[in-house]
């Protein structure tokens, strides 16, 4: 009735059903960034607050408690995540439910809003924990992506866990357990979700009516779902533009791509250059490509050319620049700079 899981996801939420008879205080859901965790999530905790869940483990879809749930209105649920990620449930494009009652709406300053979670959010669940639940059911706490934790709130979850209250179950997503402080990381049990096979996605990219669906979810490294956004993304021009940039590697076009690409986010060409970068190493160590396979001519010529040690130490910059690309003091020379190294590499 209420299951709408991606299609991959079936045999994985038999598995988590096993963990229900002696449920963890805390599960962490984690695997690649795409691939449907957080919804996967949500409808695990649908079901613990259901009323009447199905053998299969499935919400009903139609008790008092899934309606609510259903509004993002449940009295013993609450979902923790930035406030960047407010209002983004229309764009997910996951289909998993509606954004009703969501209060997508606050808009509450011009501030940009926040990428992380906050200590002000995990202090606010201490009221929540303290007040009788529904029927006496349980109380269901979603936090995603736990990396974006900052260090307060961090230490304020860790407190938490540590004596965790009675009745009361945290499902964490992350998409990369080194950035997690490895004490929540032991409060926590793992449980990995898979990467769907190739068919999988193909099949669920066509059923949205992707074009070009192979060339979107290689790029992407194999997760449908950011294979999805990126295909329905606005700035793919410019993507496109950056990529033809890598494949003639010079000055002056260095300068120019920055110029036209200033407003675009940092971090998101800093990934798209890694993988890259990651293309030609794997190219010239093996004679594989991963994420551009339409570009293998390009990146045949120019892994000719370039020493893999030099390789190697773009790859290092690469991930330090990863780090400090969410807040560059000028997006413009940040890109410069990026791509001017890239270029000393061929020189
Ligand atoms: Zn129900």
Redesign the pocket.
Known sequence: M?NSLFPWQDGVWQQLQQMRARLPHAILFHGAEGIGKTAFAEQFA?SL?????QADGH?????G??GW?MQYNHPDYRRVRPEILDGEDAAEGDGADGEAGDGKKTAKSAKAPSKEIKIDQIRALSGFMNISTHRQGQRVVLLYPAEALNTAAANALLKTLEEPPPNTVFLLSSNSLDRLLPTILSRCRKFAMPLPSREQAMAWLRQQEVKDADVWLAEQGGAPLTAYAQSQSEGRELIDEFLQHLTRPGIDGALKCAEHLQKTPVAELVAWQQRWLYDLFSFKLSGTIRYYPRYEKALAGLAAKVETGALLRALKSSNERRAIAEHPLSARLFIEDMLLDYAAMFA
Do not use: D, I, K, M
Not at 49 to 53: A, T
Not at 59 to 63: D, E, I, T
């Open positions: 209420s649908q607050l259901c009323e009447q869940p919400a009903c879809g139609v008790c408690s899934c749930f």
